[in-house]
């Protein structure tokens, strides 16, 4: 099974590169952008999908201060 | 009295660490692979990027054979002293509260700073004095120590803040101004700043961090923890 | 599949001239494959071949007394006293990085980092030398942020710490940036290593990272019909590295050395295995024979070819005995690096390129290294000026005190501690003294001495003049080396031209190396390697001729080594040397908008070497409390980054006139101590000019006197802050 980890910073922690990019892309010319946030994306084949949301409570994500979401997108 | 010094692929300060504890008492690296922590007195996780700080700082570091043994060690009162990645280490594997963030200012940022003592004659500040500053350099890009309301507060009870940047000092945002902290037990500490780099007027501005090495082999001969 | 075999447009693509392709058909019996073609153009290429260089680096003096290790290997060395040598080079990476900054200047470092642990150095320190266009330009400034970055994620995550550097902004960089990076690393003498191939039936090792598609590039004119433009996974891709990966391979390779398990080790910088295979063929006068489907790699459907060219980062290629094979394989494991045994070593003087049993390419060593056309240049003296004047920031009339703060904000001079804080300077605890703390380096040897360091050039007094320009550049170094304390022991340079095939390019190159040479038979300095990167230049032109300088010098005391802070209150200030400053070519007349002058004035190379003499001595004697040395913007300038860094005030009194105050001119030193410490100096004309004191620069020079408050002085220098913040 192919699946995708999305982790995100938690809402209300300080997100510096998120605030850079919410002010780098007004000057670009885009504007109406608000509550940017910048996280990271994992993806790999499990053998054993019901093992991703440990895998992300013990490594992929740090919970004290991320969230993540979990994606299966089918046999790879 | 004997430190042991945790040695992970991507480490960059454990010889300096080395150095610096050899100067207090005799002092080993330990492999990350190896169990046996060499009968050390104390523990020092040292700076660096293990792993290349992949993932995020010291996220795959804390599941290394020795870091198993360096929390039962610390289980059982022994002390450990996390140094900048070593306190990423350290929190990464829950033997300290928070987590290290990004820098506020987003960029590594090399510069002396100077720390206030928040926590005098503790297990690891057992020399310093209440307010006294000490001169050493930090040089991280993952400083920003965070933790949620109710553990601050709780810590603050605890008298868990061993170390906070000086007024003006604080370039990566660490909540409080918290440069350092310690469990509740108070034998597990993790700091940012380097002491390692500090211990030799000549080449660290200021012999002040050789202070926090001496403060610990104190601690060990005295037969506390 | 009919093979494809390359036709001479196909030569011409790779950059091959229509002579040397004929060349290369001679020499190969009949016209090359494609494997043949891809790596016969890129030996043959200026970057590897140093085909309108090599003639006139020969010039250039390489022998001296310190040098252990001359020109030729991955890495100069210098006995530094103790047992010990110091290895260091300077290498550049302009292009990649003008297309990817970060990872460019990254892999830069890495490049140099392997060139001086592939000759058994562990590597102690990295200094960058860079160059951008005018700092109004959101691009140049991007650049260098991420240049910056890029080292600093490099150097940082190595645990090498970057301990000095310079950052220039000019007009003619902005379609060509200059990112030059320069490594020194220590050793036992006895453990230094060689790259010639030995011993006829060695294994070839390769280890370190897989093998992708990195750095392809204009080679990839070669892949095959099937490899069309649709398949854009397949695209030749930009170099990434990995410090991570390289601190493994460094400690590996070190371990590797000292454990006696190599016979020659060799790094896989540009061009990748087919340089380094065929350098060591070539050093060991042998044979290689190579087998492409041992090779680990990253993307399983390569080619030959582009397993031969591929630049993928992080891996080295060693030599071993066939009895310690396994215990080399044992190593690279516990390190965690790919390895595996690629090849052999033969006496056939060939280099063949193997798929299994399959011969797939076979090349004479001599044809591949030696061959290659040597080109002679023909320079000419331009008769019009080949830059346009700088846009001019600073009023004609502005007053002494205007011009004073406007130099220190300008780009050129202004506090670099935005860019320097982001590198670590103090790993490896042997930083004496950090950047912005003295004019160069410096770095404690065990035994208690030190070694300083210095990178320097000022490519726009070289365009000017570029025989007097790099003399400038050669004294600037060993005049920042003398305000340490440091006596120089040996040279790297790293040449940054324009096109040499133009008349005017390479009579710059000409009358630079001729420069170079001669200050550096002077200064008893000689060159122990470097490198050379032509065809800087673009529609707009060529870049200011750039021969950057790396210089590494010794003292006998670390405790003593200088600073530039004036320290401590009603100190006296004096002038070493007697410079004849002049505004010419001076970064004044640069914020005036003056276009550049004919010519440089005459240099007085004897004076400049005796104030150099004159302040180390001062310096290791403990005469003096500070010793910087008057450069860029002039005294003026010099005086009041003096003051800055003590953050105390200074009054004196001088000639009155502009060039007194901010002429350029080597020779030139301030120094401050107690008056009868001064007193002894000896060797060079001293002058006391006034003292150290109150919150202000006072600067006595009748109608050109000025006086700045220090606050002033420190927020002007710190215009950086405002640009990178």
Sequence with gaps: ??????????????????????????????????????????????????????????????PLVEDYEVELLGES | MRFGIIQFPGSCDE????????????????????????????????????????????????????????AAFAADGGLVLGICNGFQVLCEAHLLPGALLPNANRRFTSRQVELEVLLAGGAFTRTLALGERLSVPAKHAWGRWYADPDTLARMDAGGQFVLRYAPGENFNGSVHDVAGVCNENGNVFGLMPHPEHAVDALVGGSADGLRLFESIRATVEAGSA | MPEHLPTLA???????????YALVCEKQGGPPNRVELAMYSLLWSEHCAYKHSKLLLRTLPTEGEHVVMGPGENAGAVDVGGGLVCAFKVESHNHPSAVEPFQGAATGVGGILRDIFAIGARPIAVLDSLRFGEASSERSRYLLERAVAGIGHYGNSIGVPTIGGEVYFEGPYEHNCLVNAMALGLAPREQLVRSAAAGVGNALILFGASTGRDGIGGASVLASAELGDADESKRPTVQVGDPFEESRLLECSLELLEAGLLVALQDLGAAGLTSSAAEMASKGELGIDIDVARVPLREADMEPFEIMVSESQERMLCVVEPAREAAVLALCERWELAAARIGTVTDSGRVRVLRGQELLGDMPVVALVDDCPLYELAPERPSEPLYPAPAATLDAGASTRDSLLALLASPNLASRRPLFERYDSIVQSRTVRRPAEADAAVLLLADGSALAVSIDCNGRRVAADPYRGAIEAVLECAANLACTGAEPLGTTNNLNFGNPEKPHVAWQLTEAVRGLGEACRELRAPIVGGNVSLYNEGSAGPIYPTPVIGMVGRMPDAARAGRLAFAGEDRAIALVGSPRPALAAGELERLRGTALPDELPPIDLAGAQAAQHAVREAVREGLVDCAHDIAEGGLAVALAECCIAGQIGARVRVEDSLSSLFGEAPGGFIVSGAPEQLARISGAPVELIGQTGGTALEIEAGECGLTASLDELTEAHSALAELFA
Aim: some cysteine; overall charge negative.
């Design chain 1, 1 to 62: 099974m192919r699946a995708r980890v999305l982790v995100r910073p938690k809402a209300g922690i300080l997100d510096p590169q998120g605030e850079v990019v919410e002010r780098a892309l007004p000057a670009l010319g885009f504007d109406g952008v608000a509550n940017v946030h910048v996280g990271r994306l994992i993806e790999l084949d499990v053998e054993d999908p019901t093992r991703l949301a440990e895998m992300c409570e013990r490594l992929l994500a740090n």
């Design chain 2, 15 to 70: 010889r300096d660490t080395l150095a610096a504890a050899a100067r207090v008492g005799d002092a080993h690296l330990i492999w990350h692979q190896d169990r046996d922590l060499g009968g050390a007195d104390a523990i020092v996780v040292p700076g660096g990027f293990s792993y290349g700080d992949y993932l995020r700082a010291g996220a795959i570091a804390r599941f290394a054979p020795a870091m198993e043994s360096v």
């Design chain 3, 10 to 20: 196909d030569a011409l693509a790779l950059g091959l001239t229509e002579d040397e």
